[in-house]
């Protein structure tokens, strides 16, 4: 699967729900896959891999299987979604201005 349909994928799915967001996975831990499923692309995760899992408290008891590097999509994206929905909250968009030189004898 390309990375950008799986990065399609995973968004979809931290907006469905189906991947829990940032603050309901405390603990993330990994190691050798034994055949679970992926969550983000539904794909076998095999001995030969390794499988992040984390355990999610708000998702219920549940833990999130994932390979590695769909693991580290899953972060950019609920990353930045959390940095979207903040700056959504926030009115005024969270632009640093440089303060505006004065001009001096006015
Ligand atoms: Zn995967």
Redesign the pocket.
Same mark, same amino acid.
């Given at each position: 699967?390309p990375p950008e349909s &799986?990065q399609l994928l995973i968004r979809q799915k931290l907006a469905n729900g189906t991947l829990p967001m940032n603050s309901s996975v405390p603990r993330i831990w990994g190691g050798p896959g034994n055949g679970e499923t992926?969550?983000?692309?539904?794909?076998v995760?095999t001995k030969d891999e390794w499988v992040s899992e984390g355990v999610s408290l708000a998702g219920g008891p549940k833990p999130v299987h &994932?390979?590695v590097?769909?693991?580290h999509l899953w972060q950019e994206e609920r990353q930045a979604m959390s940095r979207a929905q903040s700056s959504d909250r926030a009115l005024a968009p969270a632009v640093s201005r440089a303060p505006t030189p004065r001009s001096p004898g006015r």
């Open positions: 699967m &799986l992926c969550e983000a692309c539904d794909g995760i &994932l390979h590097k769909c693991f």
